[in-house]
């Protein structure tokens, strides 16, 4: 008899964005006139620079002749795609990474997901509250919580984020083995200083921990002061693991293409406290379940990197952070509280009411869907998520409608 994983049975359904849809469809029903803008989602909204789409095309073109024709890639990545990005990302902000601790992958959704698998089942886990919901979930499904009760699983050492600690989670209480973080924070946008990371890498080295950072939003850091990686903190290489993305800095989110970063120095422990080197497990399993990104998306990343590249992606965050700085301004002179939007997309706003009635009200009086912060764990409620992707237009008119609405 065939028999399940029952561990996916402890998952919460997560009925987010299907209760969001169903809002929506309700709201639209009963006013079909009226035009609903959505700054809920986490998609880019902009055409992919041209400087990649020109190698994209000149990439396919190249695969089309008998000469050029490319069929399995090193299943790390081509060297051109991470020499470019150790350049690029790392060495330019004084942060020692080699072309060969970089794996290319088509989704820093996949990686954040299949990190875990490396370590062993009963390791303590430092999770966010709130959070971006794979680190959780792919924990979940490997057998390493236990029953859920009130809001959250028994088993997780959560990290909570809140306006008390400006949604940057102090060291947790207890000792833990691994810890996620996400900086620029997906939802709350919220960033963290270089001091506050090194207390985070010194944590973990004074603990044997290893920490799991996720950068996918780094390129909105626009404060020179903030960290765009953890590696710029003194002792990461040991105990970091570095996850980043093309989805947000170039608008990849359909392309696909993203990156982890696993310095050779960094360490995890065998029952008999004998070290192993995490970049050999991870090759290995990056070898043995992925093929490779394909051939004309990775030479479209590399574009990212030439000097017409970075000036197309320089205007697409300004772009989104125009926006960013539109909904800020707006939120400010209805005197609402907010997190975020200053180097993040997201602005996590305090509605002083429960997340789906601030999300109801936004939708009913103003047609404007934002993201409900509760979906993203207990201590989200109260808040709501706006994103700034979307067309500036159609943020100053959901801004206009918010402030009749809420004036
Ligand atoms: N990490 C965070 C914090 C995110 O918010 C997202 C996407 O929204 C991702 C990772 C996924 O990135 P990718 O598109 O590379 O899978």
Redo the contacts with the bound molecule.
Sequence with gaps: MITINEHYLKLQASYLFSDIAKRVETFQENNPDKEVIKLGI??VTRALPKASTDAFHAAVDEMATEKGFRGYGPEQGYAFLREAIAENDFASRGAEISPDEIFIS?????D?GNIQELFSQDITIAIPDPV?P?YLDTNVMAGRTEEFADGRFKGIVYLDSTKENQFVPALPKEPVDLIYL?FP??PTGSTITKEELKTWVDYARDNKALILF?A??EAFVQDDDLPKSIYEIEGAREVAIE?R????SAG??GT???FTVVPKECVAYDKAGNSHSVHTLWNRRHCTKFNGVSYPVQRAAEAVYSEAGKAECKELVEYYMKNAALICETMDSLGYKYDGGKNSPYIWIEGNMDSWEFFDMLLNKAGVVCTPGAGFGKCGNGYIRISAFNSYENVVKAMERIKEALA
């Excluded at 088509?106 to 996949?110: P, Q, T, V």
């Excluded at 993305?245 to 947000?248: G, L, M, T, V």
């Design positions: 986490g998609d088509d989704g820093a959704k996949c954040t971006y794979v996400c924070n997906n996720d996918a939003y996850f993305s093309f989805s947000k990849f989110t696909r293409c993203a």
